[in-house]
């Protein structure tokens, strides 16, 4: 069975050699502070700049992306282990043009699969990666031992925070968890909820300072996103705010940091050299 699944992978890896799919885990160090709407948005404005991008939420049980966007999946992604559903059968196409895969419930119940069925996930997942330029983990808020294991197999990490003193403890806690494990996986950092340019600015100086003395790593701001009542109304009304309103100032400033983003004139790890997110995801997701 081994001898197999490795010639499968060789296969799948000599397929995909000139596929390059970017995968970026988002995280926040404490709940509420618009995790999963960031993502969300971010990856419509993706698709709207011509990229094929798949969201896949990974908040199990208090995933909230089939609310934000006022559609529902039919199955998840616990489906497919407990009830042999095709992994591309979970695919649903949502508002924006975004492919999305729901986390459901009932993934605890991951330690009861067998090799057969995780080999067949890394068959049929890979594949999927093939399809998309952008893979997008909405992660759940917080961090533990399972969500650090998923995002030391990702390329790059988002980490939303606000300007509450709470929220930048908690996205440095998150962070520094994350830097003990590999100090080499980049972070991008995402002020939101501001009330002004300079206290986003002063947010992610002070993040910026800690992460640097402490850990002696630095981060990239990705961008910052104001108070904007465009964004309540949006939730209120099952849609995407960047689909309401693309005037909207939290609208008009998601465009340009998902442009800054997509030029990636930034200055990371040049040794972060790392094997395929297969590979990782075997090693740090599913070997026990």
């Given amino acids: 069975m081994e001898d197999q699944a490795e010639k499968l992978r060789e296969k799948l890896l000599q397929h995909h050699s000139n596929i390059q799919t970017k995968t970026i885990a988002v995280i926040s160090g404490k709940g509420g502070v618009g995790k999963s709407n960031v993502s969300l948005n971010f990856a419509i404005t993706l698709h709207k700049k011509g990229h094929k991008v ?71 997942f890979f594949n999927l990666l093939g399809d998309y330029e952008y893979v997008i983990f909405d992660m759940d808020a917080g961090m533990n031992e399972s969500s650090l294991r998923f995002i030391l197999a990702v390329d790059e990490v988002i980490v939303i925070t606000t300007c509450e003193p709470t929220s930048i403890t908690d996205a440095y806690a998150a962070m520094k968890y994350i830097t003990l494990a590999n100090k080499m996986i980049p972070f991008f950092i995402i002020v939101n909820r501001v009330q002004t340019e300079k ?69 990371l790890p040049t040794n972060f050299k790392k094997p395929h997110f297969i590979t990782r995801l075997k090693r740090f997701l599913f070997e026990r």
């Avoid at 895969?101 to 057969?116: A, P």
């Fill in 54 to 124: 798949l969201l896949f939420d990974m908040d199990i049980g208090m995933g909230n992306i089939d609310i934000l966007m006022g559609a529902s999946s039919i199955y998840s992604i616990a489906d497919f282990f407990i009830n042999d559903v095709p992994l591309k059968n979970m695919i649903t196409e949502i508002p924006g043009g975004i492919h999305y895969i729901s986390g459901g419930t009932g993934l605890s119940r991951l330690t009861k699969i067998t090799e057969e069925s995780i080999q067949a996930f890394f068959a049929q």
């Fill in 199 to 267: 206290e986003g600015m002063d947010t992610y100086t002070r993040i910026s300072k800690v992460l640097n003395h402490f850990l002696e790593k630095n981060a990239v701001l990705l961008g910052i996103l104001p108070e904007d009542p465009i964004i309540p109304q949006a939730v209120n009304r099952q849609i995407p705010f960047i689909k309401l309103n693309e005037n909207a100032p939290a609208s008009k400033a998601l465009f340009s940091m998902v442009e800054k983003y997509c030029l990636q004139n930034f200055e």
